[in-house]
Protein backbone atom coordinates (compact mmCIF):
# COMPACT_ATOMS: atom_id res chain seq x y z
CA UNK A 1 0.00 0.00 0.00
CA UNK A 2 1.53 3.60 -0.99
CA UNK A 3 1.80 6.32 1.80
CA UNK A 4 -0.51 8.35 0.06
CA UNK A 5 -3.50 5.39 0.44
CA UNK A 6 -2.12 4.79 4.26
CA UNK A 7 -2.51 8.26 5.15
CA UNK A 8 -6.16 8.50 3.39
CA UNK A 9 -6.83 5.65 5.68
CA UNK A 10 -5.39 6.92 8.57
CA UNK A 11 -7.57 10.22 8.02
CA UNK A 12 -10.80 7.80 7.33
CA UNK A 13 -10.30 5.96 10.20
CA UNK A 14 -9.13 8.96 12.65
CA UNK A 15 -12.29 10.66 10.87
CA UNK A 16 -14.63 8.10 11.54
CA UNK A 17 -14.04 7.72 15.37
CA UNK A 18 -14.45 10.98 15.87
CA UNK A 19 -17.89 11.28 14.62
CA UNK A 20 -18.79 8.11 16.70
CA UNK A 21 -17.49 10.28 19.69
CA UNK A 22 -19.59 13.27 18.74
CA UNK A 23 -22.86 10.93 18.41
CA UNK A 24 -21.95 9.02 21.85
CA UNK A 25 -21.18 12.68 23.59
CA UNK A 26 -24.64 13.75 22.07
CA UNK A 27 -26.40 10.42 23.29
CA UNK A 28 -24.97 10.99 26.62
CA UNK A 29 -25.87 15.02 27.02
CA UNK A 30 -29.48 13.72 26.27
CA UNK A 31 -28.90 11.35 29.82
CA UNK A 32 -27.10 14.15 31.53
CA UNK A 33 -26.59 14.55 35.56
CA UNK A 34 -28.58 12.02 37.49
CA UNK A 35 -30.66 13.95 39.97
CA UNK A 36 -30.58 12.79 43.82
CA UNK A 37 -34.45 13.12 45.13
CA UNK A 38 -33.51 12.09 48.33
CA UNK A 39 -36.70 11.52 49.65
CA UNK A 40 -37.77 9.34 46.89
CA UNK A 41 -34.85 6.39 46.64
CA UNK A 42 -33.45 4.69 49.28
CA UNK A 43 -29.45 4.53 50.42
CA UNK A 44 -28.65 2.14 48.00
CA UNK A 45 -30.28 3.80 45.05
CA UNK A 46 -28.53 6.58 46.42
CA UNK A 47 -25.12 5.24 46.00
CA UNK A 48 -25.98 3.74 42.91
CA UNK A 49 -27.12 7.18 41.14
CA UNK A 50 -23.59 8.53 42.83
CA UNK A 51 -22.10 5.71 41.20
CA UNK A 52 -23.40 5.90 37.67
CA UNK A 53 -22.69 9.89 37.79
CA UNK A 54 -19.24 9.16 38.55
CA UNK A 55 -18.87 6.49 35.84
CA UNK A 56 -20.80 8.79 33.59
CA UNK A 57 -18.19 11.80 34.14
CA UNK A 58 -15.27 9.30 33.20
CA UNK A 59 -16.69 8.65 30.60
CA UNK A 60 -17.12 12.10 29.61
CA UNK A 61 -13.52 12.75 30.06
CA UNK A 62 -12.02 9.47 28.31
CA UNK A 63 -14.08 10.47 25.47
CA UNK A 64 -12.38 14.20 25.51
CA UNK A 65 -8.98 12.66 25.73
CA UNK A 66 -9.70 10.61 22.85
CA UNK A 67 -11.04 13.45 21.13
CA UNK A 68 -7.73 15.13 21.56
CA UNK A 69 -5.03 12.70 20.60
CA UNK A 70 -7.46 12.36 17.68
CA UNK A 71 -7.51 15.73 16.69
CA UNK A 72 -3.38 15.77 17.40
CA UNK A 73 -3.26 12.92 14.81
CA UNK A 74 -4.72 14.65 12.15
CA UNK A 75 -2.71 17.68 12.74
CA UNK A 76 -0.02 15.51 12.11
CA UNK A 77 -1.03 14.27 8.80
CA UNK A 78 -2.13 17.26 7.34
CA UNK A 79 2.07 18.52 8.63
CA UNK A 80 3.36 15.34 7.07
CA UNK A 81 4.48 14.25 9.92
CA UNK A 82 1.79 11.31 10.81
CA UNK A 83 3.64 7.82 11.51
CA UNK A 84 6.64 9.54 13.14
CA UNK A 85 7.03 9.66 16.77
CA UNK A 86 6.45 13.02 18.84
CA UNK A 87 9.02 12.31 20.78
CA UNK A 88 12.26 10.90 18.68
CA UNK A 89 10.57 11.92 14.97
CA UNK A 90 11.60 7.88 14.41
CA UNK A 91 8.97 6.33 12.31
CA UNK A 92 5.65 4.32 14.23
CA UNK A 93 5.61 0.74 13.83
CA UNK A 94 2.74 0.33 10.81
CA UNK A 95 1.00 -2.44 13.35
CA UNK A 96 0.96 0.36 16.00
CA UNK A 97 -0.81 2.72 13.98
CA UNK A 98 -3.46 0.14 12.17
CA UNK A 99 -3.93 -0.74 16.00
CA UNK A 100 -4.18 2.65 17.13
CA UNK A 101 -4.49 5.07 14.55
CA UNK A 102 -3.85 8.60 16.76
CA UNK A 103 -0.93 6.87 18.27
CA UNK A 104 2.08 9.59 19.13
CA UNK A 105 4.41 7.73 20.06
CA UNK A 106 6.91 4.74 19.14
CA UNK A 107 6.71 1.48 21.21
CA UNK A 108 9.87 2.28 22.32
CA UNK A 109 9.23 6.54 23.63
CA UNK A 110 5.69 4.78 24.84
CA UNK A 111 7.49 2.07 26.94
CA UNK A 112 9.96 4.36 28.71
CA UNK A 113 6.26 6.86 29.03
CA UNK A 114 4.96 4.11 30.92
CA UNK A 115 8.07 3.51 32.93
CA UNK A 116 8.45 7.27 34.09
CA UNK A 117 4.50 7.63 35.13
Same mark, same amino acid.
Given at each position: ???????????? /??????????????????????? /?????? @?? /??????? *?? *??????? &?? &? #? =? @?? =???????? &????? @? /?? #????? %?? +???? *? #? =????????????? %?? *??? +????
Amino acid at each position: MSDKIKLKHARD /LLLARLVELESLESSAQSRDSIE /LDQSKV @GR /LSRMDAL *QQ *QAMLDAN &RA &R #G =R @GE =RLRIEAAL &RRVDE @G /LY #GYCVE %CD +EPIA *Q #G =RLDFDPATALCIE %CA *QKA +EKDN
